[in-house]
């Protein structure tokens, strides 16, 4: 059973996802938080599987807790737009994706389950508009990333996910099988202590292998 923290100032916003996520099998909404201090006592108490995080919320946002997030429960950022200038910061945060409020109750459903069972929910399209969003506005790197534990085939790879290449692609590229390009990436993850994809991407940035005009 997916556990589900539901965040989100709006009673209305939180009853609908709550019937349209109640009602599938395998999941359950454990608790309701209107703001972001809310929710982490909520994921305290109920220990979920994943949080519907909105955005923007008064008193604490849903930025700011997700940066204090307890490791375990799985963060969707909730926005009403999808390049909103916060979704990056969020994803630096350890937030594993975001969705647009209005996206398709399919394809909510899909996104719990995809970040439930540990997968980034970063499609390659959006990847690609949110870093080059991100990076025409930034100015240098951060260089907050020590690469040294990636072997050079390992820092290919890292660059290529920054840039939003699926596995099937960085195969292609690198010419290898899309089996090894997984194992790339798997290896990347734990050696840098990613928790998913989306975290690989923003250290991709970072670290200064993705910059602006590379998307």
Known sequence: MIKIVLADD????RAGFRALLDAQPGMTVVAEASDGAQALRLVAEHEPDVVLM???????????ATREMPPGPKVIILTTFELD???????????SGFLVKDTEPAELIQAVRVVAGGDALLSPGVTRRLIAEYASRAKEPHHTRD???LTDRER?????????MTNDEI??????????AK?????TMMKLHARDRAQLV??????????????
Not at 10 to 13: F, K, P, T
Not at 54 to 64: F, K, N, S, T
Not at 183 to 187: A, E, K
């Open 10 to 13: 709006q009673a209305l916003v």
């Open 54 to 64: 909105d955005i923007r919320m008064p008193g604490m946002d849903g930025l700011a």
């Open 85 to 95: 200038e916060y979704v990056f910061e969020a994803l630096r945060g350890g937030a």
């Open 147 to 149: 690469l040294g534990p």
């Open 156 to 164: 290919e790879v890292l660059a290529l996910v920054g840039t939003g």
């Open 171 to 180: 195969a292609g590229e690198l010419f290898m099988s899309p089996a090894t």
């Open 183 to 187: 194992t790339h990436v798997s290896r």
């Open 202 to 215: 923003v250290i991709a940035y970072e670290s200064g292998l993705v910059r602006p005009g590379w998307i």
